[in-house]
């Protein structure tokens, strides 16, 4: 119930490309999902969130898309680069706390 | 300061010592959140203040974990009788309220029990 699954374990995308990450979730009482990019050596860092009343937010070259009735949720990177490679999470919040999934390790090709 | 510090960066230990880790979180945050990063692993959540009490200590693995946060702002994590499976980064971030919007994360303690 507090699992949120996410794929794939790893991705490698040819720069410009639009690598896609997948989640999904049970726990109907999850009520933010963020998405988090993290730095070897660094904590995560937000990156783009979404509530469950909304379909598609757009940030940037950051998209989360989100099909409540599914319970899955997924980010895309638009013209991706070097510099966004990366471990991504998406995570889900229930009461302040955050369920992360196991991530996704992304390497953008130059 | 500006962001939340995480002292120290890295700790070494003996199995079977015992550890304190702090977080300074940003100033005027009133949530603290602990978590903890296996290799691999997206961050498990341990446990989390609003204000000086433990709102929510559900996370922490055994009662050898115990986190404080006396004045409501700096919080340490202690480890008694330290295990190598408590290897691990050691997160805390901190928020305005109990909400997850604004969670900040510190860079972690790089804890290695050997």
């Known amino acids: 119930q507090q699992q949120v699954k996410q794929s794939p374990q790893s991705l490698i995308v040819q720069k410009g490309g639009i690598p896609i990450i997948n989640c999904a979730y049970e726990?109907?009482?999850?009520?933010?999902f963020p998405w988090y990019q993290q730095f070897p050596g660094k904590g995560p860092a937000l990156l783009i969130a979404?509530?469950?009343?909304?379909s598609e937010k757009k940030e940037g070259r950051f998209t989360i898309s989100f099909n409540k009735s599914a319970k899955q949720f997924s980010l895309h990177i638009m013209d991706s680069q070097p510099g966004d490679s990366a471990t991504y999470f998406c995570?889900?919040?229930?009461?302040?706390?955050?369920?992360f999934g196991k991530g996704t390790r992304l390497h953008i090709l130059p | 300061g500006a962001g939340v510090s995480q002292t120290p960066s890295n700790k070494v230990t003996e199995k079977g010592k015992y550890v304190e880790l702090r977080c300074d979180p940003i100033?005027?945050?009133?949530?603290l959140y602990w978590y903890r990063q296996s290799l691999g692993q997206g961050p498990e959540f341990l446990i989390y203040?609003?204000?000086?009490?433990?709102?929510?200590d559900s996370g922490l693995p055994n009662d050898r974990f115990f986190a404080v946060r006396p004045e409501g702002s700096v919080s340490t994590l202690k480890i008694q009788r330290t295990e190598r499976g408590d290897s691990a980064v050691y997160l805390c971030?901190?928020?305005?309220?109990?909400?997850?919007?604004?969670?900040?994360f510190g860079s972690g303690t790089r804890l290695t029990v050997v």
């Open positions: 203040f609003q204000g000086t009490g433990a709102a929510d």
């Open positions: 971030a901190s928020s305005f309220d109990r909400g997850p919007e604004g969670y900040t």
């Open positions: 995570a889900a919040s229930i009461g302040g706390k955050i369920i």
């Open positions: 100033s005027g945050h009133t949530a």
């Open positions: 726990n109907t009482a999850f009520d933010y």
């Open positions: 979404i509530r469950p009343d909304v």
